[in-house]
């Protein structure tokens, strides 16, 4: 077998690694612009953590990302530059519930609200910054409420235990668009936005594709894919998970790569299902949050409601094996596995930032200030897609200068 690569199968002005929404963002501002961009994708499917199944009934279900909000202006700006807008459908207002003991009831009816009273004036006058989410929250809600409620609301977000994260990195206040609904997603979901920008012109999408190695020579990025072939750029972005993105810069970049190592990272497993919509007795529902139980959130597929199904996804703590999740979905759905029409399954990576997060983020953009080399991702000032999407905005901006391309 022959492992030396196969020669140069393209030179780029960038190439970005990793076809989530923070690379697909990143790669559309760039040819946008004029840069010959190579997106290389190590899945079969571009997307990341937006991950729509379309069933052959026309039904689809989130497995992911489900929910964009009209203070989404950067993503919005993308949304209108693909021409998708007239896609975009309201998301129906319908509560989360939490499971308590095998039972689903409101959120309020597990509150005290006297603590809540006591507590919440705090919220004018306390600053989120340098804080965790437990000490924030729980000074705002009361420790009672924070432990038996928020804590488990509040892990539902990130689909992992959130009380270590730094409160700023949640929940972010921006400003909407009136004349945008206030929660939308897109015909056929959120995947429309993903297969939307990677048709886009000046984008070359490879996927199923993993890249192995980064080389940085002479001015000149090296990409090698599991392949054995090579891609050559003046710009590299890497839009992956940050173990991912310390993995490949080991050699080349190793400062970066030792403080990219240092942020954790969780895997999210993730089983969605379909069941026709006589089969299900509880009332429409956005998610229920349990209070204790394998998985994080079933997020409901009810705020866009279907004449004939209803679909559920359940995110679950990493470790249980396939029937036992099944077993439980079931029991909260209340029916017989027969019942379930469609079943399926995705993995996907989320960072697990802790106290002190900002300031690694400082010294690794302090790092990369002058340099082609564009990070971009889930893990720089938050998790929301807007986020994503600005912090790919933000580095193609500063690269711009780099290449004194603008
Ligand atoms: C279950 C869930 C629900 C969510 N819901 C919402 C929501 O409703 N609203 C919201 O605003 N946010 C939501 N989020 C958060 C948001 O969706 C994510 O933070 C965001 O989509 C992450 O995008 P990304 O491109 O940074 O990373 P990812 O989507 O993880 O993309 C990284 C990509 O890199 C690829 N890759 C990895 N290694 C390599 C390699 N060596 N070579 C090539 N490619 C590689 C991966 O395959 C992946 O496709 C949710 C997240 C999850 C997990």
Not at 44 to 63: K, M, P
Not at 277 to 283: C, L, Q
Request: charged share 25%; with cysteine; aromatic share 8%.
């Amino acid at each position: 077998m022959n492992c030396n690569p196969v020669g140069v199968m393209g030179q780029y002005d960038i190439i970005i690694i990793g076809a989530g929404i923070s690379g697909l963002s990143l790669a559309h501002y760039s040819a946008k612009c004029g840069l010959k961009t190579l997106v290389i994708e190590k899945s079969d499917r571009a997307g990341g953590c937006f991950n729509t199944q379309r069933f052959e009934s026309g039904f689809w279900l989130e497995l992911g990302a489900h929910t964009c909000y009209n203070s989404y202006r950067n993503l919005l700006g993308i949304i209108e530059d693909c021409g998708i807008s007239d896609r975009l459908i309201k998301r129906e207002n319908v509560p989360f519930k939490l499971l308590v003991g095998g039972r689903i009831k409101s959120i309020f009816s597990e509150l005290n609200f006297l603590e809540l009273v006591f507590s919440a004036p705090r919220i004018l006058t306390l600053k989120k910054k340098g804080q965790s989410i437990k000490s924030y929250y729980s000074k705002i809600t009361g420790r009672r409420n924070f432990d038996r409620v928020f804590s488990h609301v509040l892990s539902a977000v990130p689909c992992q235990k959130a009380d270590d994260f730094p409160a700023d990195m949640l929940f972010k206040k921006r400003p909407r668009r009136k004349d945008v609904v206030k929660k939308f997603t897109l015909t056929g979901g959120l995947q429309t936005i993903i297969d939307s920008i990677a048709k886009e012109n000046g984008i070359e999408l490879l996927t199923g594709i993993e890249v192995k190695e980064v080389e940085f020579k002479n001015n000149i990025f090296a990409v090698t894919t599991g392949d054995r072939r090579r891609y050559e750029s003046r710009a590299l972005g890497l839009a992956t998970p940050p173990s991912v993105a310390a993995g490949l810069l080991r050699d080349s970049f190793p400062e970066v790569s030792s403080l990219l190592s240092q942020i954790k990272v969780t895997t999210v497993e993730s089983v969605g299902v379909a069941v026709r919509k006589e089969a299900v007795s509880f009332k429409p529902v956005a998610g229920i949050i349990p209070t204790g139980d394998s998985f994080y959130s079933i997020v409901s597929r009810d705020a866009v409601p279907d004449e004939d199904y209803r679909g559920f996804t359940f995110h679950f703590k990493p470790g249980m094996d396939d029937d036992a999740k099944l077993r439980s979905i079931c029991k909260v759905l209340g029916v017989e596995r027969r019942q379930l029409d469609y079943v399926v399954t995705a993995k996907a990576f989320m960072p697990s930032p802790v106290l002190g997060h900002d300031r690694l983020i400082k010294k690794i953009d302090r790092l990369i200030a002058f340099k082609r080399l564009v990070l971009t991702g889930n893990y720089f000032s938050g998790l929301a897609i807007e986020d994503c999407v600005t912090r790919s905005l933000e580095e193609f901006s500063r690269l711009t200068t780099v290449l004194g391309c603008i």
